[in-house]
C-alpha cells in the first residue's frame, strides 16, 4: 500500500454521501486507500457508513467509541494505516480530499523524506489575517517557519509518523506535526489548495470570535509546553 489518507468525521452524517463521492475517485488510484474515522459520532453516521461503504472499494472505517479530541481521531486512524505514506484531511469539504494526488506528486519529484502540506487560498480576508497572526506568532515563539498551521492535506512517510512522541489529542495535532517536521529537517513542500464554503454543519471552532478565543488559548498553552520541551 503506497498511501493512507485518514479523514477523521465527527457527527459528519449529512456530509459523509458527498465525502465519499470525492473519495472514490482518489481511492480508486493503485495503492490508496481512504480510511474515514468515525470519531465517536452521537449521530447516526455509523449507519450511514455501515449502507454506504460497500459501494466505495478501497474506502473503509474505524471506530472510536467515545469521542477524545480531533487529534485522538486522527491518530487512531494513523495506527490502523497500511500505506507507506500517511496524511489526514478534514471530513468538511472545505478542502478536496482529491487534493491529496496533487500532495502526492510532490513525493514522486523528492522522495518520501519530505512533508507535504497544503497551503489554502479563497479564505475570508478575516480569517486570513487570523491565520496571519497565529503564523506570526507560532514563528517567534518556536523559532521555526510556521505558516497557515491548520491547512490540509498534511502527508508524510511512516518513517516519521513512528518517530512521534507523544502527540496531542486536540487540534493542536496539525502544530506538532509541522513542528516535528520542521525540528527534524525535513524539506516542507507546500501546494495550493482551494479552501470553500462548508456544505452541511458548523465547524468544531471557527463559528465566532468566543470559539476562536478558546482555540487560541489551547493553541498557545501548547506551544509553550512546546518550547519548555525544547528547553529541557
Known amino acids: 500500500m503506497r498511501c493512507s489518507l485518514v479523514i477523521p468525521c465527527y457527527n459528519e452524517a449529512a456530509n459523509l454521501p458527498l465525502l465519499l463521492e470525492r473519495c472514490r475517485g482518489l481511492a480508486k488510484q493503485p495503492g490508496i486507500e481512504v480510511i474515514l474515522v468515525d470519531n465517536g459520532s452521537t449521530d447516526h453516521s455509523a449507519a450511514v457508513l455501515a449502507e454506504l461503504l460497500p459501494a466505495y472499494p478501497g474506502c473503509r472505517s474505524v471506530r472510536v467509541d467515545l469521542n477524545q479530541g480531533y487529534g485522538y481521531g486522527i491518530l487512531h486512524g494513523l495506527r490502523a494505516a497500511k500505506g507507506e505514506l500517511l496524511g489526514w484531511t478534514h471530513a468538511d469539504l472545505q478542502t478536496d480530499p482529491q ?134
Open 99 to 232: 487534493d491529496v494526488l496533487a500532495g502526492l506528486a510532490l513525493f514522486d519529484q523528492f522522495g518520501a523524506d519530505i512533508f507535504v502540506k497544503g497551503r489554502r487560498y479563497g479564505r475570508p480576508a478575516a480569517d486570513v489575517m487570523f491565520t496571519l497572526g497565529m503564523s506570526v506568532f507560532e514563528t517567534v515563539l518556536l523559532k521555526q517557519p510556521l505558516w497557515d498551521i491548520n491547512a490540509q492535506p498534511n502527508l508524510f512517510s511512516r518513517r516519521f509518523f513512528d518517530s512521534w512522541v507523544q502527540p496531542p489529542h486536540d487540534f493542536s495535532l496539525d502544530l506538532f506535526v509541522y513542528y516535528q517536521a520542521r525540528r527534524a529537517g525535513l524539506a516542507v513542500h507546500r501546494f495550493p489548495v482551494h479552501f470553500g464554503d462548508r456544505i452541511h454543519g458548523v465547524s468544531n471552532w471557527n463559528v465566532d470570535w468566543a470559539g476562536k478565543r478558546k482555540f487560541i488559548r489551547r493553541t498557545i498553552d501548547f506551544s509553550f509546553q512546546l518550547r519548555k520541551s525544547i528547553r529541557s
